[in-house]
Every structure is written in C-alpha cells, then in structure tokens.
C-alpha cells in the first residue's frame, strides 16, 4: 500500500498549501479539518478550492475520538502533518475552552493514534509565542519557554512536553515547528499581513499596537512549506538509535531569521496598495510580544532551511491577492 500522509488543520492556511505541495509532489495526501468558524469558514473552502481542489478533506473534529480513529483505520497512514489548532493569541483571552478542547484533548487524541497505528512520524505546530518572557532575540530552540504571555502559547509549550513525553515513553517519532509570523496569499483574515492590507486598500485606519515600537519575522508560506516537508522528510532516529536526552523528538524554528520593524511593514503595503495608511496609535496589548526573531541554525544543519523570501517581495503578493478576492473594498 502506497504511504499516505494525512495533513490536519487542511483547510488553514499552512494546511492547504502544505497539501497543494505534496500533492504536487505527487505524495498520497488525506486532509482533515472542522470548518469552525473562527473566521469565515467560506473563505476556508475558498482556499481549499483554489490551492487543493482535489484532496480528500474528511471534516472531522480534533475532540471526536472516534471518527479520527475511522479516519486512521481508513487510510492506514504512515505520516501526519499535525497543523489543526485553535489559533490566535487575543482570542485565548476570550474563549480559553476553545484551546483546551483543540489544542489539548486534540493534541492527546492525535498522539494516541500515531501511538496506536504505528505511525513512523508526526510533524506538529508549535509556535514561536512559546518563547514569551523567558527568550531574548535571537530565539534559539535552546532557551526556556517556562513564562508564556497568553494561554494560546501556554498551550502551545504544552503540546512540546507531551510530544517529548510519547517520544520517550513509546519511541513516537514526532517533530515540533516553532512558525514564526507566517504570511502569504490565502493567508488568515485575523493576523496584520491580511488586516492591514485589507485596511490601507480600502482606505480603512489601522491599529498599530505598541505605538508602532515592534518588531515581527515575517516568514513567507513557501518557506513554511519547504521548511514543514523539509523536516516531514528528516525525521528523527528511532528510539535506542539516538543516546540524545530528546530521544526520538526534535524542536525547529521556522521563521525568516530577519525582525521587521512594524513601521517599516506597514509601509511596504503603502507602496503595494498605492496609498498611504490611516495609522492609530494604541497601546501594547496583553499577551502580545514586543519582538521576534528565529534563530534557524538547527533546522538549516539538519534539512537545509533556508528562508529567501523579503517582505519586500512577499507583501506585494498578498496585497495583490487581497485585490482579487475581496474586490476594491477589501
């Protein structure tokens, strides 16, 4: 039987440019996601049609123990890309349910499969707000991650000590990516990339948190994907083969390895858009970082990553993008 490799969070952003490729691949590839409507879930399948047409999508819940394990019976799978999640750092102040439903029980029911159906590696989303109050820039997949500023990250850090706790109780082959600040066409309607773009374009007034005095690794959706297959594709030793203290489980930081100022940014869309941007200055707001930057040694040693992509040639894509799908509003 051909290896299939089932790619979660599908209909996301990452997920379904992560399918688009390995379908272009030529890989056996099965998504899952529920559609929720964390944002519009039109624009979900929008994406899905438009980057993954023809990938079987089965629309299933992380909390639903049952139908994932009919889904594994189904397909056998031998990879999964892990990518579904609650995301969003200001909602977790709104609706911290949401995370432990998604991002805890989920995570634990993925881990039992892998466990159970023998799979031979799980890649996961972790995040850089892992890094929180703990890590100073660089960020290096070395420093603590002990002092998360919101319970997104909270949850985040915790699916990393679950992950090494599978890999040394079973020898479950798994992999976390730390994504730092990712972007592109498709892109999700609530991060800056996408609501800034959409503001200056219809002449809408942004907020510019912190005062403008912040710094993002603007990471490109193909670099993410190159880097998420790249390390799909190097998977740790198996147990009893590796004497390292994370046995079979390796953390990577995938991000761009260059802060932007936010100033800066937004100012590649003013170019992009053609117009300038109404700017309000407001405050930091809680749970937000004041920086980010990767430190992406690890992930360049042990598969190759090597993020090309400026903001200088990415923005304009989702700009452009945004032009298109929403029309002149935006």
């Known amino acids: 039987m051909t290896a299939t490799t089932l790619v979660t969070g599908a209909a996301g952003f990452i997920g379904a440019h992560v399918c688009r490729e390995l379908q272009a691949r030529g890989a056996p590839v099965v998504g899952l996601d529920n559609f929720n409507d964390y944002y519009d879930p039109r624009m979900k399948r929008d994406r899905v049609a438009a980057l993954c047409p023809d990938v079987e999508i089965a629309e299933v819940d992380l909390t639903d123990g049952a139908g994932l394990a009919a889904l594994f019976d189904k397909h056998g799978f031998t990879r999964v890309i892990h990518l579904a999640a609650q995301a969003g750092v200001r909602y977790s102040l709104e609706n911290p ?18 466990r159970h ?8 989303a972790s995040s850089s707000s892992v890094y929180g109050d703990s ?24 699916n990393e000590l679950m992950a090494h706790t599978y890999a040394h109780l079973y020898g479950l082959r798994s992999t976390g990516l730390r994504f730092f600040t990712v972007y592109g066409p498709w892109g999700r309607p609530d991060m800056a990339p996408l609501l800034f773009s959409r503001a200056v374009l219809a002449g809408r007034p942004i907020q510019v948190f912190n005062h403008g005095r912040m710094r993002r690794d603007f990471t ?45 940014f937004i100012g590649v869309i003013e170019e992009a858009a053609g117009r300038p941007a109404e700017k309000v200055y407001l405050p930091m707001q809680a749970g937000d970082m004041v920086e980010t930057m990767a430190d992406t040694a690890r992930a360049h040693a042990d598969f190759g990553f090597d993020p090309a992509t400026p903001i200088e040639a990415g923005m304009p894509q989702v700009v452009r993008w945004c032009r298109e799908y929403f029309g002149d509003n935006a």
């Open 97 to 114: 349910h949401a995370y432990v439903d998604s991002n805890l029980i989920g995570f634990v029911n993925m881990l039992e499969l892998c």
């Open 117 to 124: 159906r023998f799979v031979e590696h799980l890649v996961y």
């Open 135 to 158: 890590a100073t820039p660089p960020f290096s997949e070395e420093q603590r991650i002990d002092r998360p500023r919101s319970l997104y990250a909270a949850t985040k850090a915790a």
């Open 220 to 264: 490109h959706i193909g670099d993410i994907v190159a880097g998420v297959l790249g390390a799909m594709d190097a998977p740790p030793r198996p147990a009893g083969e590796d004497a390292a203290e994370n046995g079979p489980h390796r953390i990577y930081n995938l991000g761009n390895h260059t802060p932007v100022e936010l100033e800066h």
